[in-house]
């Protein structure tokens, strides 16, 4: 059985119930049975248990996220027992959603609380995919009408996306899937862009890779969308030809999660299939790295700027220049390059900046 659990956000007024209807018609047809968790926050809402009454926002915000929690662990457990090889767990929200109505002391408290760590709570997701609010690019969509728990003006909803935003900003795979398109089309690019995650084919090209003058990491960490990982990663022997299978460390701090991704290319497409390990697993595969390869130590900076995602990849081997990586949603979506950021030139087709071609080379 494979269970994925991903998390579907946005600001207000962002199509996000619309969204639950086609994820649920379109993975349905591809074989998956589908969950759905409910958005917690508008369950109390609609209880009577607004968050605008509350006078300690800290504890009403623990227990939004213990609630939470403990029903993503419910559908889990239930998913276990169903009788099906592929089940996808459709959070709407999720546990980083609520960071955005935190003071950073708030959401300390409530880690503390938990027992837990930002990395930990954001991280637990396979996947997430924020909708932007109707306020930001299709204003004239905007609207409380269709649900009796938005409250936000245009203003706030404007706020209220950044902020949720920033606050997933560091996942491995975050989609900010913005209002360039009509409604439907938005609604295309995120099936789309599930789809890609799950496992399906995705046309090459969608992928951008510069080489950059050394960044002002000063400022980088400044911005409240960008944040900082640390990533170890190691190769491992694969008897598919073609195929190459990477172990990977992430987080920071001393709080870290671990992932096992295969990379092949069919039919001219490429495919990426990503699991997750427990430090244990991450440790044994790590004995078994493929020593014609050395692991790769990088600081990574994760940028939401643009309707985009960058990653910017610091090389402790490289004094002057860096790397950033952009995902697009279709060939010729035009490239918008951060401000501050200085581009030496792109190199997607350049074997020689990819990750296992500079495994292999030996530094001074």
């Excluded at 074989?31 to 009577?48: H, K, Q, R």
């Excluded at 701090?253 to 092949?264: A, E, I, M």
């Excluded at 697993?281 to 960058?310: F, H, T, V, W």
Aim: proline share 4%; net charge negative; charged share 30%.
């Amino acid at each position: 059985m494979e269970i994925t659990k991903i998390v579907i956000t946005g600001g207000p007024c962002a199509g996000k119930t619309t969204a639950m209807s086609w994820i649920q018609n379109a993975f349905t047809a591809k074989g998956y049975m589908v969950l759905f968790v409910d958005e917690t926050a508008t369950e109390l809402i609609s209880g009577g248990a607004p968050w605008k009454y509350t006078r300690n926002n800290r504890e009403y915000q623990l227990q939004i996220t213990k609630l939470m929690l403990a029903k993503e662990q419910a559908f889990e457990a239930v998913a276990k027992t169903f009788d099906a090889e592929k089940v996808l767990i459709v959070c709407d929200r999720g546990t980083l959603d609520n960071r955005a109505y935190m003071s950073d002391e708030e959401f300390r408290y409530v880690l503390d609380q938990l027992h837990t760590n930002e990395i930990e709570l954001r991280d637990h997701y396979d996947a997430v995919f924020h909708l932007v609010t109707a306020a930001k690019g299709a204003e004239m969509f905007y609207t409380l009408a269709n649900n009796a728990a938005r409250y936000e003006t245009p203003e706030e909803a404007v706020r209220v996306d950044d902020g949720l935003i920033a606050s997933w900003t560091g996942h491995p795979h975050l989609r900010v899937i913005d209002n360039r398109y009509d409604f439907n089309e938005k609604m295309m690019a995120l099936i789309t862009e599930i789809s890609a995650f799950l496992g399906e084919p995705r046309p090459l090209g969608t992928r951008r890779k510069y080489l950059i003058h050394y960044p002002d990491v000063r400022d980088l960490e400044k911005r409240p969308n960008c944040q900082s990982v640390e990533i170890l990663q190691a190769y491992l022997h694969s008897e598919i030809p073609g195929e190459m299978i990477r172990i990977r460390q992430r987080g920071r701090n001393g709080n870290y999660v671990y992932f096992k991704t295969r990379k092949r290319m069919i039919d001219g497409k490429r495919i990426e299939l990503e699991e997750r390990l427990t430090q244990n697993e991450y440790l044994e595969l790590l004995m078994q790295a493929d020593p014609a390869y050395r692991p790769i130590r990088k600081q990574r900076y994760c940028l939401s700027e643009n309707g985009l995602y960058y990653n910017i990849d610091i090389y402790p081997q490289w004094k002057d220049q860096a790397m950033m990586e952009i995902e697009l949603y279709a060939e010729d979506q035009q490239v918008k390059i951060p401000e501050g950021i200085e581009v030496i030139r792109e190199v997607t087709d350049e074997v020689e900046y990819t990750n296992p071609y500079i495994a292999r080379v030996k530094y001074d």
